[in-house]
């Protein structure tokens, strides 16, 4: 089955710092990438995705990038602020025949901190 | 949209005894996800359905584990007999063709 190596475990950046979170996958037949924002002792959200045949995509202050031939993608915070402190999760899914979702495989999770 | 709604948010029990984790996933949506969330092993895939039908639950720990989902806007959890060592969150996801969207989770105590 897939999996999904995430690093690093946790990162402390200063206040308006960039942060970058990577994760590698070994299926290639992967081909849905989220990324998940989990706050302490709360649901994990979805904060952005991005598919194979696309190799960045961007939402305001959150970027991912997806290198398929090295497997390999990764989340990209810039002007970093206190409430992007949470631990963050990559996954990854390959595609059902069925015409549903797979399920997902996640990553071990960042626990990104922001230090003002 | 109310979002994925799963009961109880928290629950403690015994060891030995059954318990019982529902589920309502957002509606229109084809695929439903039970996971368990602990700070040792993080989120693991317990089972998926796909149109109400399992798909794969390779992720069950074992047969104590068993999940049913029998219309498309309920689905259970059942654990028995319940064990110290099953305490963790259980989130329930639902989603349409790729995207997951969680529910809020329910905390298992298992004393």
């Known amino acids: 089955g897939e999996n999904v190596e995430q690093h690093p475990s946790t990162l402390s950046v200063q206040e308006g710092d960039s942060a970058v979170i990577k994760c590698t996958y070994s299926?290639?037949?992967?081909?849905?990438f989220p990324w998940y924002k989990q706050e302490l002792g709360k649901r994990p959200q979805l904060i952005i995705d991005?598919?194979?045949?696309?190799g960045e995509k961007k939402d305001q202050r959150i970027a991912v990038t997806l290198n398929k031939t090295a497997k390999h993608f990764s989340l990209h915070i810039t002007e970093t602020q206190p409430e992007d402190s949470a631990v963050y999760f990559c996954?990854?899914?390959?595609?059902?025949?069925?015409?549903?979702?797979?399920?997902?495989?996640f990553g071990k999770g960042t626990h990104l901190i922001i230090q003002p | 949209d109310a979002g994925v709604i799963q009961s109880p948010r928290h629950e403690v029990t015994e060891m030995g005894q059954e318990v019982t984790l529902r589920c309502k996933p957002i509606?229109?949506?084809?695929?439903l996800f039970w996971y368990r969330q602990t700070m040792m092993r993080g989120l693991e895939l317990l089972i998926y359905?796909?149109?109400?039908?399992?798909?794969?639950d390779s992720g069950m720990p074992e047969d104590r584990f068993s999940a049913k989902m029998p219309n498309a806007s309920f689905s259970t959890l059942k654990i028995q007999p319940s064990e110290p060592r099953d305490s963790a969150v259980y989130f329930c996801?639902?989603?349409?063709?790729?995207?997951?969207?969680f529910g809020q989770g329910t905390r298992l105590t298992v004393v």
């Open positions: 509606s229109g949506h084809n695929s």
């Open positions: 359905f796909n149109n109400n039908v399992p798909i794969d």
């Open positions: 991005i598919r194979s045949n696309v």
């Open positions: 996801a639902s989603g349409r063709y790729t995207e997951a969207f």
């Open positions: 996954a990854a899914s390959i595609p059902n025949s069925g015409g549903g979702a797979d399920g997902l495989t």
């Open positions: 299926d290639s037949a992967s081909n849905y």
